[in-house]
């Protein structure tokens, strides 16, 4: 008797789940709340946070490299009284603007492998 009770209580339980999983109202609401968090991230204002997080990180290392070799290159030319100061400090620039694109190509290469492992 009591596995009886036992099975008319699961198979009840199982109705009410395959009800609820049917009901029209839980899907609209799910729909709803999406709609909501879509319309609320669409009119967000746009930061300079958020934009800068959009740009790739090769870009944002050439223009660091490309703001530490033009600091480079005034300090060399600056100390530096010869002709040879702007061959040298427009080298200085170029192997700066270098390891920052080889630095930012490599973060980049990091973010798209945990992408791929998720």
């Known amino acids: ?6 099975e008319q209580e699961r ?27 879509r319309e609320r991230r669409a009119y967000r204002p746009l930061t300079f946070k958020d934009a800068w997080a959009d740009i ?9 490299g490309l703001i530490l070799g033009l600091v480079g290159a005034f300090v060399i030319t600056s100390l530096w009284v010869s ?7 427009i080298v200085l620039l170029l192997v700066f603007i270098m390891f920052g694109v080889m630095i930012g190509r490599a973060a980049d290469s990091r973010d ?5 492992l998720r």
Do not use: C, Y
């Open 1 to 6: 008797m009591s596995n009886n009770n036992q």
């Open 11 to 37: 198979l009840k339980r199982l109705r009410d789940r395959q009800l609820t999983d049917r009901d029209p109202g839980v899907k609209k609401r799910e729909f709803q709340r999406q709609s909501v968090e």
């Open 56 to 64: 790739p990180h090769i870009w944002k290392g050439m223009f660091f």
């Open 83 to 89: 002709p040879w100061a702007w061959v040298v400090s």
């Open 112 to 116: 798209e492998i945990k992408e791929n």
